[in-house]
């Protein structure tokens, strides 16, 4: 819990929010809570108070969640966008990056809302049919937060397989590398032993597992699922999702149905996920927790799309207590029914240009 | 297209090749001199054409596309390519083919293009043909056009040497219909580096590939280009370098360094640069921008207005509606360059704090924009040809490089040739 008593205080009501068995979405609680979150980080975080009050927006004149100020997400490559003093920080989480690059950074001062988030929303959406007490086999395409104490992907497979993993869940990537063959021999036993598991990771991984496979099929159990996330940038090897889904049903024998692509963010302490699992009879979308909002807005004006519009998506996620709640990314969505979709660049589209990005030019380093 | 129809375009482009290897090189260079010097003539109709189609299939603003034609291809006349044959060449009468076989053309070459920039596609589709080698090229899928028109030209002023380049469009994805066209003796691939690492992974062996990855380029000047009318011109002339092809080119400055006189200069440069982007955005307007990359500029924007706020010594200027932007930084560190007219200056101590600054972009560096330095200009040019840049330039001149240009320290024809040496078979008298 934090040391600060007004923070605790908020904290103690975003964790009674998320223990609730339903998730219920109540404007009145969010916007209360969003209001009082941004007074406490106008106070505590310097650069957010210097940033809001250049857009006469401070707490005495913001009214609705929708005005606060949303820090653009590479300002954590510049500034320590921290509530704490430097002293309690326990974890940083850092964005992907190289020695040369920087790399964006969360400063947490205590897990328990960031963890208590990320598993409420794991369950939910990934294990829906889970009973109390039962846990699954998860297959981790990714590295252990031991190898990659820095990174929040790896955190958060390592929160997952401790809530709600059997012991013969595993962590597939070692030494920095996927280890093919034994992962392999594991998913052989899994479609021998019958029991239904969930294979988790980059979509990059995905695409190495499948690439290894070749020509052969496996069928792992009925009830396993599948979990990816993060796209292809900077890697030779880009599959659109669509084909890497197909190919995943056609290789591991997973329905597509039963494939959830995740959208998180090293900034965000919150993750969406495709509703597949937790709503199999509605349209694919993504859902908000009850404690976020998301809104897509035009990238020039800053106002919000007409709904269905294609613009750049905008967080709002209370469980980012200890840094800065509001988030304006880069990220292209639009609105689908009372949920969203993620627009990435069209993966393997063309370049309109010639002109290396600098960025992705930095990034080059961490293939 | 399928695989098939792939394959059997190559094989019967390699016959049509026979013939073209029968003629001799002086009679091949005339024809296309013809049309390079069509494409040069901004009244000619492949000119015309492509000025009218481009805008609308790419986005360019007809104006802004005009000016990027106009200075792009000032210099590539017949002469030129004369000029460009005869340096890497030898002498066109001797007729390398004929006469001492000593460089020849592939059988086939494969021409995969990118991007929505006509120049280097224009280039990369005549040149094999001056080495007596047929094309078969897939078109880029951001200009479905040039290509097109350029095939076109050619047939026109030479109907046997229109004959020799064909076009097979397919999408980029298509990993089949690509294995068929890296049949081709010699495949020549434009695009990301990631593009053309798949590309270099799928070549069979023995093929010669040679490739054009993606690049940047910057402008560096000197504390005195820095400084009243000196500055004014210098930030109309990179005003220019960036607002053609919407800073999307190799060729198109994403950052501007300034050496010497602290921030002050950097900051005055920064001023200059924003005005001549405004004046500029009067004649040569931006074209359309994706919603993706306008997501970038925008957020790149607010992240220097927070830093800013925060306490950074940085300055932002802007355009209406983000349409260009100007960042003033307080140090020399590389940042996201999301292009579409955004760029930032750089404060930099001397040439040996750019060096170490330019550092990570030198594997990438294709352009360098440089004044200001004065007697030690010397000194400036080795630095940026030791960083990588193989078109070192003024202000203004960055999107005009001339048609022999090393890219990426290349020659134009040689990399697309085969090389022997034929010694004399007769027995050596015994001494």
């Known amino acids: 819990m934090s040391a600060d008593p007004a923070r605790a205080g908020i904290d103690a009501r975003l964790l009674e929010w998320m223990s609730e068995p339903q998730w219920r979405r109540d404007d009145e609680r969010f916007r209360s809570l969003a209001l009082e979150l941004f007074a406490h980080q106008f106070e505590h975080c310097e650069p957010y108070r210097r940033f809001c009050v250049s857009r006469q927006a401070t707490p005495d004149r913001v009214e609705d969640w929708r005005e606060i100020p949303a820090v653009p997400t590479g300002a954590f490559k510049e500034l320590r966008l921290a509530c704490f003093p430097p002293e309690r920080t326990s974890h940083v989480f850092l964005t992907s990056g190289t020695a040369t690059s920087q790399r964006g950074s969360l400063h947490l001062d205590t897990l328990e809302v960031y963890e208590a988030s990320l598993t409420d929303s794991f369950h939910r959406q990934l294990l829906p049919d889970l009973a109390a007490g039962q846990r699954i086999r998860i297959e981790v395409l990714a590295a252990g937060a031991l190898e990659a104490p820095d990174s929040s992907l790896s955190h958060m497979f390592e929160v997952a397989v401790r809530e709600f993993g059997s012991p013969e869940s595993r962590f597939a990537v070692e030494g920095g590398k996927l280890r093919v063959p034994e992962l392999q021999a594991r998913l052989r036993e899994d479609a021998h032993r019958g029991d239904a598991i969930l294979i988790c990771g980059t979509a990059f991984a995905f695409v190495h597992l499948l690439e290894a496979l070749g020509e052969r099929r496996m069928q792992l159990p009925p009830g396993s699922r599948a979990m990816e996330t993060g796209g292809f940038k900077g890697h030779a090897r880009a599959l659109p999702r669509a084909e890497l889904y197909a190919a995943l049903a056609a290789g591991l024998g997973i329905p597509e149905t039963r494939i959830v692509n995740q959208y998180g963010m090293t900034e965000l302490g919150s993750q969406f996920y495709d509703s597949v699992l937790s709503d199999p009879t509605g349209p694919r979308r993504k859902l908000e927790p009850p404690w976020t909002r998301l809104r897509i807005l035009d990238p020039a004006s800053g106002d919000a799309v007409t709904p269905g519009e294609i613009g750049s ?22 609105s689908a029914g009372e949920g969203f979709e993620i627009l990435g660049r069209e993966e393997g589209a063309e370049a309109r240009g010639c002109s290396i990005a600098v960025d992705l030019l930095l990034s080059e380093g961490a293939r | 297209m399928n695989p098939e129809s792939v394959s059997a375009q190559l094989a019967s482009l390699t016959r049509e090749g026979s013939a073209l290897r029968e003629r001799p090189l002086a009679e091949i260079l005339v024809s296309l001199e013809a049309v390079l010097e069509g494409w040069r003539d901004p009244a000619s109709r492949w000119r015309r054409e492509l000025e009218s189609r481009l805008a609308a299939a790419t986005g360019f603003a007809p104006e802004t596309l005009r000016q990027g034609l106009e200075l792009g291809l000032e210099g590539w006349s017949g002469p030129a390519l004369r000029a460009v044959v005869e340096a890497e060449l030898g002498s066109i009468e001797k007729d390398h083919e004929a006469r001492d076989g000593s460089i020849r053309g592939y059988a086939s070459t494969a021409v995969i293009l990118a991007g929505s920039i006509p120049m280097p596609s224009l280039l990369a589709l005549l040149t094999p043909l001056l080495l007596r080698s047929p094309v078969l090229a897939k078109p880029a899928s951001r200009d479905p056009i040039t290509a097109a028109l350029v095939a076109r030209s050619v047939a026109e002023i030479d109907p ?15 990993p089949a ?20 690492s798949e590309i270099a992974a799928a070549l069979p062996a023995g093929r010669k ?63 200059a640069l924003a005005t001549a982007l405004e004046y500029a955005e009067t004649r040569w307007p931006a074209g359309r921008v994706e919603a993706a990359a306008a997501a970038e500029r925008a957020h790149e924007i607010e992240v220097a207005r927070m830093r800013a706020a925060a306490g950074a010594r940085v300055s932002l200027h802007e355009g209406a509606d983000g349409r260009w932007a100007v960042v003033c930084e307080e140090d020399a560190q590389l940042r996201a360059a999301p292009l579409h007219r955004f760029l930032r200056v750089h404060p930099v101590e001397d040439l040996t704090a750019l060096e170490s600054a330019v550092e990570p972009l030198a594997r990438h560096l294709a352009g360098v924009a440089q004044a200001g330095f004065g007697n030690a200009s010397t000194a400036a040019e080795k630095l940026f040809a030791r960083l990588g840049a193989s078109h070192i330039c003024a202000p203004g001149r960055l999107q005009a490089p001339p048609l022999g240009w090393h890219r990426d320290g290349q020659p134009v024809l040689l990399p697309l040739a085969r090389l022997d040496d034929r010694q004399s078979t007769r027995p050596r008298a015994a001494s």
């Open chain 2, 160 to 174: 046997q040497l229109g004959d020799c380049l064909q076009l097979a469009a397919f999408p980029g994805h298509d």
């Open chain 1, 313 to 334: 998506i905008s967080v709002l996620d209370l469980s980012n207590s200890g840094s800065v709640c509001a988030l304006q990314t880069a990220d292209l969505g639009r």
């Open chain 2, 177 to 196: 219909c690509t294995r068929a066209l890296l049949q081709a003796e010699c495949v020549v691939a434009m695009g990301s580096d990631a593009t053309l």
């Open chain 2, 209 to 271: 590939l040679v490739a054009h990855g993606h690049r940047a380029s910057i402008a560096v000047l000197g504390e005195e280009a820095t400084r009243g009318h000196a500055l004014e011109e210098f930030a109309s002339a990179l005003a220019l370098d960036a607002a053609l092809w919407d800073q999307l080119g190799c060729l198109s400055p994403i950052a501007v360094y300034v050496v010497g006189g602290g921030h002050e200069a950097s900051e005055r440069t920064a001023s």
